[in-house]
């Protein structure tokens, strides 16, 4: 019986060491949303006690949201020297926050976001007994760019015409937006606007519906637009001379 509580307290003992030992300390944020071009810190910060006496690792494990089962470090800090050169793609653009992450301080900046950054990122701390890790979602979005207005369809009175507008970039989901920005503000009363593919429908169009349009372009990081002259006319009459 003596032998079994012995054993216990044993146990017990360990495991109270254990959950004494390295803490990750920066719980506040675990989800980034950026555009790129943009710089983002994902922190991980992290106290040590007397009980850590092992030398002390830290590495940062990338996981593209495209290919989960490519799990690649993109930095790390060992033997009190720091890694960047792991993923020649990230070279000049990752770096720790801290030059001195041994300090508690082992946050990372990625500059000049690109759109394959995104995925999961793990900061793992270790220092025996310690061992701590913490997960990060970051995603990167693209601004719309390159967005161009045009007209589908005669520009004739009577006419049932379109107005069209496409970003060449932008992460989704987009949204487009039509107004006009000489003349009436207001869009034609006949007019039918759908944001999700940008197009502005206008049906039985006259003179009064001429103007410059212009189209908006946005996501949650950016906009970008166009705009477009439409110059409605009288409808062509065809003469047919009799011999």
């Known amino acids: 019986m003596e032998l079994a509580l012995l054993a ?12 004494r030992s390295l803490t990750i300390t920066s719980v506040d944020q675990s989800v980034f949303e950026k555009a790129q071009g943009e710089k983002v810190m994902l922190p991980c910060t992290f106290e040590l006690l007397e009980e850590d006496e092992g030398p002390l690792d830290i590495e940062w494990v990338f996981i593209p949201a495209d290919n989960p089962e490519k799990e690649q470090v993109i930095i790390m800090y060992a033997v009190g020297r ?12 990752v770096h720790f926050t ?42 990167v979005l693209v601004k719309p760019a390159g967005t161009k207005c045009s007209i589908e369809g005669s520009q004739e009175i009577g006419k049932d015409l379109t107005l069209k507008c496409a970003s060449r970039e932008g992460s989704p989901l987009l949204s487009y937006d039509w107004r006009r920005v000489s003349g009436p503000q207001e869009l034609p009363a006949t007019s039918m606007l759908n944001k999700n593919t940008g197009e502005l429908l206008l049906k039985n169009v006259s ?6 349009y212009n189209c908006v372009a946005s996501n949650r990081v950016g906009t970008d637009e166009c705009s477009i002259e439409l110059n409605v006319t009288p409808q062509s009459v065809c003469w047919v001379m009799v011999m």
């Open 8 to 19: 216990l307290s044993l146990v017990l003992l360990c495991s109270a060491g254990l959950t």
């Open 82 to 93: 720091i890694y960047n050169h792991c993923n020649p793609t990230e070279i000049g653009r």
């Open 98 to 139: 801290n030059p001195y992450p041994r300090c508690g301080d082992g946050s990372l900046d990625i500059m000049n976001l690109k759109a394959a950054d995104t995925g999961t990122y793990q900061c793992k701390v270790k220092k025996v007994p310690g061992v701590q890790s913490k997960k990060i979602q970051l995603t």
């Open 207 to 212: 003179q009064e519906d001429s103007g410059v």
